[in-house]
Structures are given as C-alpha cells and as structure tokens.
C-alpha cells in the first residue's frame, strides 16, 4: 500500500492562497483558547482530568466485563446487539439489517468508527443511498474529502468555498457566502430526505454497561432527527467507549465540549435506552484493531480518547498544514498515534509531522501521553525501517555527534563557519533541500551560545 506523502498534502493546503492557512490556524486557536477560559472556570478541572483518565483505565483494563455487561443490559431493554470484530464485519452486518428491511436510503450522523471502516462506499456500491446528516459531515461528501477534524469535519474550508460547492450541488447563488442563508438552504435541501429515509445510523460517544443505555452528543441536533424520523437505527459502537456506570458520565460530559469548543456541554446530549415503539433499534459493538492496540504497552492508552479534538486545535503543526495532510481518519496528535497502529507503514510518515512541543499533551482532558508516544511511533518506524534510508543515517549521524561533546563541539564549529561561509544558493537550495521550501535561514550570530557563555563565565571570575 502507497505510504501517505504528509509533505505533499500539507503543501496542497498551504500553497494553495494566503487566505486559509491563515483562517484555519485563527479558527481553531480561538477553540483552544475558549477552552482554556472554559477549563479556568472550573475550580476542580484537574481532578476531573485525573478522575475521567482513572475512569478510562479501569473500564479498559477490565473491558471484557464491561463488554458483556452492556450488551447484556441493552438487550434487556430490546436493543439487538451485533459484535464486529473488525471493518468488513461491521459494513456486513450494517449491510444486512438494512437489506433484512429493504431499505435503499440511509441518514446519518457523525461517526468516525464509521469513516474509518469506510462504511459509506461500502453500502453505496450495494445500492444504498448515504445522506450525512450533520452539516461538516456534508460539505465533506459534497467534496468528496474525508472529514479533516473530529469535531469540526469542515473547519478547513471558508465561506467562499462552501458558497461555491452549494452553488454547484444544490444550486444556491455563489455570490452568496452568508453563513445564515448557507445553513439554511441545505436544511431545505437535505431536510425532505430525512423525512423520507428508510434508516437511520449514529454513532455512540459513550455507552453506559450498568444500563446498557448510550448516549450522543451533538449541537445540531441532526442526530435526534437521524434516530427518532426512521423507523430503523442503528449504532456503531467502538468498544473502547464504554463506561461502567451512568455517574462516570457526569465526568466525561463536563470534558467533552469544553475541550473541543470551550462551550459547558454541547447543545444536545441525547441518550438512548431502547427502541420506540413500532421500529427498532441495534447496536454494532465494533472492535476493529482496537484489542490488539490494547496489548500494545506503549500505545495501549490512545484508547482512552473521548474524540474531543483538543489536540488538534492546539498543534501548530495541524493547524497550519489542516487534517486532509495526514491522509486518514484520524489527523492530528491523535491521529499520529493512532493511525499507524492500522497500518505502520501506509501512516509511517505521520510521527515526523510534530514539533513535539508537548501542548497536545497538556490539553489532553484525559491525559493521553501524547507526545510521548509520537517520540515511541519515531523509534518504531526508525527501528522497523520504514523510515527512508537517508533520514534514517541522518539520525544515526545525530546520535553520534549529539553522544560525543568532543565531536558535538567539532561539529558546530565547522557547521557554523561553513553557514557564514557558504553561499545562501547552496544552504538555501530549495531543490535540494525540501525542508528549505517553507523555511529561510536565520543570520547566524557572531559567537554560540557556548562561546558567549565561556566567555561571560570567566569574566565573573
């Protein structure tokens, strides 16, 4: 499988005009910085960090339990429960409740567990017609992209381009870039195909294994009209979202929104104890890869992610080169992480698409070494070579120099006179040198910080 080229994603974005790299970095700085505020309001907002991370590791730790605790109770309360243990089983089995139904046209919410098993083509190619229901969610299938952010699937695009893709799929003005009028011609546009629709799928935020109850959060509220409009819903569950008790929520309710939006909750946080009457209502329990990350010991608390996209909104990286780099479901920090642990060699590149600056870390509501791991994911592409081989002696060069003071000090002294030297055609060959592409070189300074510090440190003798 062909390796996904970040670089040359990220530059699509970046080159493209001066105007959205810079609107995307404003957006979702703005998210991190009410979130901040938000956080600052809540005297005991690290231990609620610490209690939701203790809550996920217990419920991960025992998750055979809690798995067969769930199913049990949501059974009880008339839910049929379906266990997939990875993507082609899930699409099969969403597949065959919608066929056992004849249904030929679906709406749903917002589910990353159904983008990362690519359940949308999956159920076209069989004669099913796929509506996403929450607004991001559309204008990235009207696109034809993947959803670039967890919460904010669309953030990467601006008002102008929405305008133009109405302009061409549902034929709005595209001189009109109101973000009112907007909203409000796709809600005339999509709104008589939720009437119609034949089902309904969501995902689950959280499931709860002392009720066998779930519960999904949204602000739009399109994933109450996905469940309560048709007479058939189905969820797609990873199993990692399940809790062991209804009071665990509280926690996580309080973390969520305000680490993705710095709102106090989102709009609607809906649960759902069982189907109405006259329709029905399943459950598909999905494990897809997520068992053996949890055997993984240095990878194994990536799990612990509630989707909140705080980390995205804080990287620099991300924010400058936008989630379509990454090439995958999951962007970002947490998308570094969790990404290769799908396939280590298509995603290899993504642990090098970091400053390891730590923020993603810091912001974390339920505190996911994330940087940490982006460092584990490094060495383990080094050490397994899916690294390529120039970068790879690069870093066996560094670690060498970087080992020895000696040798460190050798170096610098001719790396420095050689920048002051050189030419700036050669040190700064943006042929040669990729990393020159986005970059120019600093003015070297007169004397290294070493030099100047001998220097002053004799002085004060």
């Keep these: 499988m062909e390796k996904v080229n970040v670089e040359k994603n990220a530059a699509k974005f970046i080159y493209q005009d001066d105007i959205h790299v810079t609107e995307h970095d404003k957006n979702l700085w703005n998210a991190?910085?009410?979130?901040?505020?938000?956080?600052?309001?809540?005297?005991?907002?690290?231990?609620?960090?610490?209690?939701?991370s203790a809550i996920k590791e217990h419920s991960l730790t025992?998750?055979?339990?809690?798995?067969?605790?769930?199913?049990?109770?949501?059974?009880?309360?008339?839910?049929?429960?379906?266990?997939?243990?990875?993507?082609?089983?899930?699409?099969?089995?969403?597949?065959?409740?919608?066929?056992?139904?004849?249904a030929k046209s679906l709406i749903k919410s917002k589910s990353m567990l159904q983008e990362e098993c690519e359940m949308t083509p999956y159920?076209?190619?069989?004669?099913?017609?796929?509506?996403?229901?929450?607004?991001?969610?559309?204008?990235?299938?009207?696109?034809?992209?993947?959803?670039?952010?967890?919460?904010?699937?669309?953030?990467?695009?601006?008002?102008?381009d929405v305008a133009k893709l109405f302009a061409e799929k549902i034929g709005t003005d595209p001189n009109n870039t109101d973000a009112a009028s907007l909203n409000e011609a796709m809600r005339n546009n999509a709104r008589p195909k939720f009437l119609a629709a034949d089902a309904g799928m969501t995902g689950g935020n959280f499931a709860i294994a002392e009720t066998?109850?779930?519960?999904?959060?949204?602000?739009e509220g399109n994933a109450d009209l996905t469940a309560s409009l048709p007479p058939l819903h189905i969820a797609s569950i990873g199993i990692?979202?399940?809790?062991?008790?209804?009071?665990?929520?509280?926690?996580?309710?309080?973390?969520?929104?305000?680490?993705?939006?710095?709102?106090?909750?989102?709009?609607?946080t809906s649960h759902f104890s069982g189907p109405r009457e006259g329709s029905e209502m399943h459950i598909i329990l999905t494990?897809?890869?997520?068992?053996?990350?949890l055997a993984l010991d240095k990878f194994w608390t990536s799990l612990k992610c509630i989707r909140c996209g705080a980390c995205m909104n804080t990287c620099p990286v991300y924010r400058r080169s936008s989630g379509l780099a990454y090439g995958a479901t999951y962007s970002g920090p947490i998308g570094i992480i969790i990404d290769p642990t799908f396939d280590a060699s298509k995603y290899s590149e993504l642990p090098f698409h970091s400053s390891l600056c730590g923020s993603c870390s810091e912001v974390c509501p339920v505190h996911i070494n994330i940087a940490e791991q982006i460092m584990d994911w490094r060495k383990e592409m080094m050490k397994n070579k899916e690294v390529d081989f120039s970068r790879r002696m690069a870093f066996k060069a560094a670690g060498i120099m970087l080992g020895n003071p000696k040798l460190f000090r050798a170096v610098e002294k001719v790396a420095y006179n050689a920048i002051n030297i050189l030419p700036k055609s050669i040190t700064e060959n943006k042929t040669l040198d990729p990393w020159a592409i986005h970059r120019d070189l600093p003015d070297v300074k007169k004397e290294t910080f070493r030099q100047w510090y001998i220097k002053n440190k004799k002085n004060e003798q």
């Design 32 to 52: 991190r910085t009410k979130r901040d505020i938000a956080a600052s309001n809540i005297p005991e907002w690290e231990q609620l960090r610490d209690l939701a």
């Design 62 to 102: 025992h998750l055979d339990h809690y798995i067969e605790q769930f199913a049990t109770n949501a059974e009880k309360r008339g839910i049929k429960v379906h266990f997939a243990k990875d993507a082609a089983e899930h699409n099969a089995i969403a597949y065959e409740i919608l066929s056992s139904h004849n």
């Design 123 to 160: 159920l076209e190619e069989r004669g099913i017609s796929v509506l996403e229901t929450d607004l991001g969610e559309r204008i990235q299938q009207l696109s034809d992209q993947m959803p670039s952010h967890i919460v904010m699937p669309a953030i990467h695009q601006t008002k102008e």
């Design 212 to 219: 066998g109850t779930f519960v999904v959060c949204t602000n």
């Design 240 to 268: 990692e979202k399940i809790l062991p008790k209804v009071e665990d929520l509280g926690v996580f309710i309080r973390l969520l929104s305000r680490s993705a939006l710095g709102t106090p909750a989102t709009q609607y």
């Design 287 to 293: 494990d897809n890869g997520r068992s053996a990350r």
